[in-house]
């Protein structure tokens, strides 16, 4: 009689880096100055310079989060807050750029 075979183990999960939540400045340029933070409450994401008090707020939409097991869960990272305070940058730099 022959041996019963076992079952390979399943590879482990590799689990997820951190995405930043600190970033630079588009205004004054200070590396670690600008934090970003979400309200889950009242679903606002806003980015904040600690050197120069420059601040960007949005709002995460109605699709941008779910409810779990654990509460509810947000979809929108803080990068997602800073990029679009970045875009919005570039965007009123292009209109008065055009307006020139």
């Known amino acids: 009689m022959g041996k019963r ?8 999960k590799k689990r997820m880096d951190k995405l930043d939540t600190v970033f ?20 606002i994401g806003e980015a904040v310079c600690s050197i120069c008090q420059e601040s ?25 807050i800073y990029s679009e305070w970045i875009d919005e940058c570039e965007r009123v730099n292009n209109i008065e750029d055009d307006g020139a």
């Open 56 to 80: 960007f707020s949005t709002t995460i939409t109605g699709f941008g989060y779910t409810i779990c097991y654990f509460g509810l869960l947000a979809l929108t990272e803080p990068i997602d």
């Open 24 to 43: 630079s400045c588009p205004f004054c340029n200070h590396g670690t100055g600008v934090e970003c933070r979400i309200d889950m409450k009242n679903l």
């Open 5 to 12: 075979k076992s079952r390979a183990k399943p590879p482990p």
